[in-house]
């Protein structure tokens, strides 16, 4: 099976026509699907709970911070010395050599290693056009390498754009993207978990996390309130959220077991619809994460605004 615009639609929440506006030069390359045979989902489930019961990593840890220090700077040598931009999609997608992912809550297997990036491609490019278009500014906090960035450029070239993340070898892969690729790109520290006060957003601004607020380990009340004080038109948040998934469907339980364990984006939906409740915040829109990762699906899109 090939991957086309109906089943993004369903996938997205949306309809067709709004996947071909936003998508249609995305999706013109075949990106080829195939489910899997009982035997197939029985030995992969198999190997996914030998994963989880093996899994020791620890999110929002003191040695976490290091280790994304230094995964970062070797993202940087590698782009000084390369200088391409596909560089910078973080090694925990381009390491990924199986060939097994999920795709609307099914494991499924597929030809090119690569089918992550290029679902995520297609699907921020829909999200970005849908959200971004009518402000001025752009904020992704927890920016990493910066290749939601780069993207974000190429789509809106006038806009300003800010890259912030918590460790500075980030910040030195964003002026050096911004210095190469001449854009309008500024970029500065900043902890989600102490959020600095002191920095303002400009008016007309959207704020954007992308699998950023799944490493505070459930601690984003600050944060949140440093995000409602800024008074941003609108908020986009793509991020890993065990709320969203079907605990009768098998796939849906264990990658919620998975990402439990590893304590991935605790609070977030939660936070917010108590928010909504007090009628400080709308919600405007929520999708369950369209496609993942064998273990688990990392792109659930929750939209929401500030009331008035």
Not at 4 to 22: D, G, H, P, R
Not at 180 to 191: G, H, P, V
Not at 205 to 231: N, P
Request: aromatic fraction near 14%; charged fraction near 30%.
């Amino acid at each position: 099976m090939n991957i086309n615009s109906s089943i993004l639609a369903k996938l997205f929440k949306t309809n067709i026509t709004e996947v071909n506006k936003y998508c249609k030069t995305k999706i013109k390359k075949q990106l080829k699907f195939n489910y899997l045979n009982e035997k197939e989902n029985n030995d992969l489930i198999i190997k996914v709970l030998s994963k989880i019961f093996e899994d020791k990593q620890i999110i929002a840890s003191r040695g976490r911070k290091n280790k994304w220090f230094q995964g970062w700077n070797e993202t940087l040598n590698i782009y000084r010395k390369d200088k391409n931009v596909n560089s910078l999609f973080p090694k925990f997608y381009t390491a990924r050599e199986n060939r097994y992912f999920r795709l609307g809550g099914k494991f499924i297997k597929v030809k090119n290693s690569n089918f992550e990036i290029k679902m995520l491609d297609i699907y921020r490019n829909w999200y970005f056009k849908k959200y971004f278009s009518k402000v001025d500014n752009i904020y992704e906090f927890g920016a990493g390498t910066g290749h939601n960035l780069v993207e974000l450029s190429k789509i809106y070239p006038k806009k300003k754009l800010f890259g912030s993340d918590f460790v500075l070898s980030s910040i030195k892969i964003l002026k050096l993207i911004s210095k190469r690729k001449r854009i309008n790109l500024q970029s500065f520290r900043f902890d989600m978990m102490n959020p600095n006060k002191k920095i303002k957003l400009l008016n007309n601004s959207a704020i954007y996390t992308s699998g950023a607020i799944e490493q505070l380990s459930g601690k984003i009340d600050k944060f949140i309130k440093y995000v409602i004080s800024q008074k941003p038109k609108i908020i986009v948040h793509v991020e890993p959220c065990a709320d969203f998934y079907d605990n009768k469907n098998l796939a849906d339980y264990l990658g919620k077991i998975f990402q439990s364990k590893r304590k991935y984006t605790s609070n977030l939906l939660f936070k917010l619809k108590k928010l909504e409740k007090k009628n400080v915040i709308k919600i405007i829109k929520t999708c369950k994460s369209p496609f993942g990762s064998l273990m688990m699906e990392g792109y659930n899109l929750i939209v929401w605004k500030i009331n008035k």
